[in-house]
């Protein structure tokens, strides 16, 4: 098969869909694999280890999409990408599409078969996702303490104090992967970190691993109760495919100390609050109800290298896998895969993306005739 890497142009996004490596192994098996000049160069892979590696160097993203059949990246298309997408192609990245409407209408006019990293469900688990989260949780930690600072317009408390001075306080709002890692992250700077969360089991098993962090049942009642005592709160919340609930009111948010900061992870999938909208890696932040957010929609983008081979380390055997096989019989070989399928055939195919743009859906087994 022919596999193309496009350079990603969304703002400040500096990760690249394959490693030379990992293209080199798909070299290996006699598949040919064409990637944009340029396109690692922000992971600090160049041109010239992807040549060593086998992979063919072409001048422009024209170029991949119009050599390529499998088109492997990590964000969601921009709207100069989409219109270079055909019924031919395979799109295998990020797409988050219950965030974008205009997105998943463009996706599925161009007859594409969109599959999404982010979607894929093996065991319960959504292990495409997973890197990214534990990425993006430790980096909420991280950057919700340094925007606390009042030259970031934070109110200026030091998440884990110092003897004599009680640490600050934190709300993390979801207990999966990326709330686990921040989580983490922040108990081990010394912060007060309080874990809200619906499952119950989930609960007990954080109770165990996490002895330094307190959990509590998710409510609103509980979540408000805590808003006027806490110096930053992580959203973290994920629904597999759906758009994100708005846990947080614009009027529960009034209760937190003018300075208080929000990083919220879930803005990939429309963020868990009212207050909530994307921002990039030029502008991360901006003021609502004297709380300052922090809403980037791509964090992993910013630690570009090591986000690139954590990507890669689960992305490449599904790679290989629609690389060495058509579409149905890659989803017969692993029926897992067909959870990830987005759209095909002109049909929407992701249930959850459906109910949140009020479209229709099909299954994708049926578009693939797999009955």
């Known amino acids: 098969m022919k596999i193309g890497v496009p350079r990603e142009v969304k703002p400040q996004e500096h990760r690249v ?6 293209a080199g192994e798909l070299v290996k098996h006699g598949h040919r694999v064409v990637i944009e000049t340029g396109a690692g160069a922000n992971s600090s892979y160049l041109d010239a280890e992807y040549q060593q590696a086998g992979v063919e160097i072409l001048p422009s993203a024209e170029a991949v ?3 390529a059949e499998l088109i492997v990246k990590v964000k969601e298309p921009q709207p100069s990408e989409v219109t270079l997408l055909g019924p031919e192609h395979t799109l295998f990245a990020y797409l988050h599409l219950a965030a974008d409407k205009s997105l998943t209408e463009a996706l599925v006019s161009s007859g594409c078969t969109a599959i999404a990293y982010e979607t894929l469900e093996v065991g319960g688990r959504l292990p495409l996702l ?6 993006a949780g430790r980096m909420a930690a991280i950057f919700g303490s ?4 009042n030259h970031r317009g934070g109110r200026g408390i030091l998440l884990g104090g110092v003897p004599g001075v009680a640490p600050g306080r934190v709300m993390v709002i979801g207990g999966g992967t990326a709330g686990v890692n921040a989580a983490r992250v922040a108990t081990g700077i010394g912060a007060d970190v309080t874990i809200v969360e619906v499952d119950v089991e989930r609960m007990r098993f954080l109770d165990i691993t996490l002895q330094e962090a307190h959990t509590l049942y998710s409510t609103e009642a509980n979540i408000s ?3 006027p005592r806490v110096d930053l709160i992580i959203g973290a919340v994920l629904i597999p495919g759906a758009a994100a609930p708005k846990l947080i009111t614009r009027d529960m948010l ?3 100390a003018p300075g208080s900061v929000f990083v919220d992870i879930a803005i990939d999938q429309g963020g868990c609050s009212e207050t909530s909208r994307p921002t990039d890696h030029d502008n991360p932040t901006y003021f609502d109800e ?3 957010h922090y809403c980037v929609t791509n964090m992993p983008g910013a ?4 986000a690139t081979q954590a990507l890669n380390n689960v992305t490449t055997r599904w790679t290989a896998l629609l690389a060495a096989n058509d579409l149905q019989t890659a989803c017969r070989n692993q029926p897992e895969l067909l959870s990830a399928i987005n759209c095909t055939g002109g049909k929407l195919t992701c249930p959850p993306v459906g109910e949140a743009h009020s479209l229709s859906t099909v299954s994708p087994a049926e578009v693939l005739e797999l009955h």
């Open 17 to 22: 869909g394959m490693v030379p490596a990992s």
């Open 65 to 67: 999409y119009g050599e």
């Open 130 to 135: 997973e890197p990214m989260s534990e990425l």
């Open 146 to 149: 340094y925007h606390l600072a």
């Open 225 to 227: 109760s805590l808003l």
């Open 254 to 256: 009034k209760q937190m």
């Open 290 to 292: 004297d709380v300052l």
């Open 303 to 306: 630690y570009s290298r090591t």
